[in-house]
């Protein structure tokens, strides 16, 4: 089964950027939807941005579009998240996962209902 685990995270003061990284392996299907999530203390996971690798179709929160930015590297099974312009309220646990996915990125690729494959998480924290 497919497994994705998460690297890169670390401290960062604000307007700093950091890239993410979720490398994956034990593919079960030709194309996947991989999707970064965060938790911060007390709130709910909620979906930061998606890719498809079928087409590289993507989709972002609000809240990071024109910070974030979300790509693959299919020779390294990797999906990166780079992150600039990083906020305080950016800090969070960050977690990437997969699920078989055959069309184009959706909405649908933001809800953490739609992943049954989740990393461990890594810690992201923007302070000064």
């Known amino acids: 089964q497919l497994q994705v685990a998460e690297s890169g995270g670390g401290l960062v003061q604000p307007g700093g950027s950091l890239r993410l990284s979720c490398k994956a392996s034990?593919?079960?299907?030709?194309?996947?939807?991989i999707g970064w999530f965060r938790q911060a203390p007390g709130k709910e996971r909620e979906g930061v941005s998606c890719i498809s690798t079928r087409d590289r179709t993507t989709y972002y929160a609000d809240s990071v579009k024109g910070r974030f930015t979300i790509s693959r590297d299919n020779a390294r099974n990797t999906v990166y998240l780079q992150m600039n312009s990083l906020k305080p309220e950016d800090t969070a646990v960050y977690y990437c996962?997969?699920?078989?996915?055959?069309?184009?990125?959706?909405?649908?690729?933001?809800?953490?209902?739609?992943?049954?494959?989740w990393g461990q998480g890594t810690q992201v924290s923007v302070s000064s």
């Open positions: 034990g593919f079960t299907a030709n194309f996947y939807a």
């Open positions: 996962a997969g699920q078989p996915w055959f069309g184009s990125m959706n909405v649908r690729g933001l809800d953490k209902r739609t992943y049954s494959y």
